[in-house]
Every structure is written in structure tokens, then in C-alpha cells.
């Protein structure tokens, strides 16, 4: 056990955070879709630490985090797609899969062996800040221990992973709320990795054709992408209209209910609101959650599909 710092996100606090990340140690920080849990990206024993801390069970690939576009393209092998998407969308929820760069630098626990490299600049200031501090590539899969809901907030953080990690630089609640959509540049195609905290119909706009969903089994190792993922220890219902004698109920729209996403019926409020309610309801220790229905258009395609999987028979 190690005594977990909880850093101010002012000037002392991101110049410790930084230095702790140059030092090898793993902190958690937030960005504007979910809190990630950085180690330097170019230090294998570092990124080791990441997979020992979440208990993942797997040496799946993370994304690496970076202050600008500009530094992006040392890692990995620029396209016009790219630029046309990093252009519009960065600093931003959006993740690029491309194809890594030989001269890149980055340890191989990164991209688990795999010849492309995930990559992003997340639009937090706080993000921003640290990453221009520390200097370097940082890679962060979600701050959370693996299997469970993603933390949007500090204590989210420490209530998964206090005394396995180093600090949490402090940012309040992330404004997004999920994780970032992540799109595959590696071949032609564009291809859907990942819903997520950007809506596809926005990807779809810039490019050719609309991204393709993913159906190649080489990657179903990834997080994102297994089944069961994102789960609470209560059990999901989905599109339920009211809730049962053991279950609490997570509404959408005006409504009854314990806890609504959105009662206004926006999207964007359902997606901020989504892991921080489902935290809330878990901890009530309830047997169930029942759901409603969320619509499948622009963020409520990520929506509904980070509910499937809390919903999805656990492993
Ligand atoms: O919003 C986010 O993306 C957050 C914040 C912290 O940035 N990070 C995050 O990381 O969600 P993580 O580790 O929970 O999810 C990483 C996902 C994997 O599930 C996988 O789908 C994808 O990134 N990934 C990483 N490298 C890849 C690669 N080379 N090819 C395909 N997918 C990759
Ligand atoms: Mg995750």
C-alpha cells in the first residue's frame, strides 16, 4: 500500500503530479471525458504499474495522451483523414487509431505489440496543463479497477484505487462524462472502434464514407470492447418503464424515478450524468437498477452502449 496524494489543480499540484510522472509512479487525472490513470508512456515498468493497479487481467493496448496535434504525429504515421479529423474534433473526445510510428519511442505495453497506436489530446485544461508540465507521452486507460464503472470525479478515483497509486490531480467532475469515441485510420476504411463522448454522426461528416463498425476479432480483447465491461454490482435492466420492488429506477425524462440522467430529455446531460448516477445507485446497495429507455441517436448510441455492457452476464 502506498498513501495516495490527493493533488489541488493549481500550479503546486500539477508540478507534483508531473513529477511523480517523470519519476515513473502513475497518477490519475482528469480529462473532459473521464478521469485516466497516466503513466509515462516511453517507460515499460511504469506502464507495467497501470495494468498491475487495475487488475486487468490482460496486457490490453492504452491511449496515449498528448498536449497537441503537432506532437501527436512523432508517434504515429499522419493521413489527410487524420488531419481532417485531429482539425475539427482536437482537443477533444476523440481518439485516433493510426498506424505507430518505428522511431516512436513508446514502451511496447502500450500498444500491447500491435502495430498501430491510439492516440489523443484531451481538451481539459487540466490535461492540457499537466501534459505541457511533464513533457512527455502519457498513457492512461481509465482510472477505475478493471470490470467497473469509469470515474468521472476524484473520489470516484480513490474509492477504486486508493493506496495503488500515487496521486490524483483533483479536477471536480468531468464535463463529458464518457469515455472518448475511437476511430481506427489504419487502412482506407475509417473504421468505429468505440461510441463514445463524440458522436459518430459528427466523424461521419468530415469523412468519405461513415466509419464502419468493427467486427475483426483480432482487437475483441480490448476493454472497450469486451461484453460484460463498465459494471456496477447491482444488476441492469434496460429499457424498463417502471422499476420493480427490489430495483431502483434511473430515469430519462420527466418522470418518477430515484435518480433521472436527464429530465429535459438532453443527451449531453444523460452522457455527464451516466457513471456518476450509476456510482450513486451502486452504492445505495440496491439488488437492481432498472433503466429507461435512451434514445439511439448522437451521444445515446454511447449511452446505450456502455448500459448493454454494465448489463451484459459477468465473466
Ligand atoms: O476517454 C478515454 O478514452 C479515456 C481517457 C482517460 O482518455 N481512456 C480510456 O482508455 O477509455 P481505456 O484503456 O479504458 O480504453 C482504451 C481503448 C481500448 O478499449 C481499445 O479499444 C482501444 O483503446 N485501443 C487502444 N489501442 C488500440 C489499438 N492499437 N488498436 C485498436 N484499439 C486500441
Ligand atoms: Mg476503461
Redesign the pocket.
Known sequence: MIRTELLKPDNSGITRAARLLADGALVAFP?E??????ADARNNLAVARIFEAKGRPRF????V?VATTDIARNYVAWSDQAEALAHAFWPG?L?L?LP?RADAGLSDL???G?P???I?V?AHPLAHRLLTAFGGPVA????NPSGRI?PTTAAHVLAGLSGRIAAVLDGGACP?G???T?I?L?DDTPVL??H??LPVEDVAMLLPAAPVQNTSPV?LT????MESHYAPAARLRLNAASPKPDEAMLGFGAMDCDLNLSPREDLAEAAANLFPHLHSLDARHVAGIAVSTIPERGLGRAINDRLRRAAAPRP
Open positions: 480529462t471525458t473521464v478521469y485516466g490513470l497516466g490490453n493496448p492504452l491511449i495522451h473526445p481518439t487509431v505507430l502500450v500498444t500491447a500491435l498501430s497506436l491510439a489523443r484531451p492512461a486507460p481509465s482510472a469509469s463529458v464518457l469515455e472518448s475511437i481506427g489504419t472502434l468505440r463514445g463522448g482487437i480490448a476493454p472497450g470492447q
